[in-house]
Each structure stands twice: as C-alpha cells, then as structure tokens.
Nanobody, 123 residues
Framework: VQLQASGGGLVQAGGSLRLSCAAS????????MGWFRQAPGKEREFVAA????????SYADSVKGRFTISRDNAKNTVYLRMNSLKPEDTAVYYC?????????????????WGQGTLVTVSS
C-alpha cells in the first residue's frame, strides 16, 4: 500500500485542521492506521491509531479530547481532525499502516509510511 498525507498548513492557536491520508495499492481496509508527528529537533511520536473496523482507537494523552481519528474504507482514506490546536502541535504529521489486529502505538509496529504533511500552529 502507498500512503499520501495532505491537509497540513498554517493555523492560529485555537484553530482546526483536518488531515487526510489516502491509500492506494493492496486492500486498505484490512490495515490498522496511525498518525505520528515529528517536531523539529524531536523524535517522532505517536498521535492516534485506529483498527481496520474502527472499533478500537488509541490517542496520545497530549491530544485526547482535541484530536479525532476516523477512516472511510470505501474511500481508502483515514482522517485526523485536529481542534483547539496549540503551538506545541507544530510538526510534520505522518500517516502509517500496520498489519496488527489492534491499534498500535509504537512506530516499529507500522510497516508503511506516507511522506508527511507540515502543520504549523502560530501563537
């Protein structure tokens, strides 16, 4: 599967963005999907993940209550709705796919990565 992330941009603190990750190639609906982010000078960190059915979802504590992950298997797309954005959310956001039957939180549990989309939150 190939992944293409989009939807990043510049937004003021308190604003919202929706990221999309479009998958192509083999069957997408069987994969768990996740979002990670990497801020300048920092390691990549987990943001959110969702199983293929959408029945199990995981969030990083730092985004709980503000971010929502969802997927539309008919469109081969996973989304990350980000509300109440903060300057510390500034990062390159990556989507990834996993063959795990649960919603993985570790990057080494994902086998395919998209190219990333930049989110910048100004104060």
């Amino acid at each position: 599967v190939q992944l293409q992330a989009s939807g990043g941009g510049l937004v003021q603190a308190g604003g919202s963005l929706r990221l999309s990750c479009a998958a192509s190639g083999r069957t997408f609906s069987a994969d768990a999907m996740g979002w990670f982010r990497q801020a300048p000078g920092k390691e990549r960190e987990f943001v959110a993940a969702i199983t293929w059915s959408g029945n199990s979802i995981s969030y990083a504590d730092s985004v709980k209550g503000r971010f929502t992950i969802s997927r539309d298997n008919a469109k081969n797309t996973v989304y990350l709705r980000m509300n109440s954005l903060k300057p510390e959310d500034t990062a390159v956001y990556y989507c990834a796919s996993s063959m795990k039957p649960y919603a993985p939180v570790r990057s080494d549990e994902y086998n395919t990565w998209g190219q990333g989309t930049l989110v910048t939150v100004s104060s």
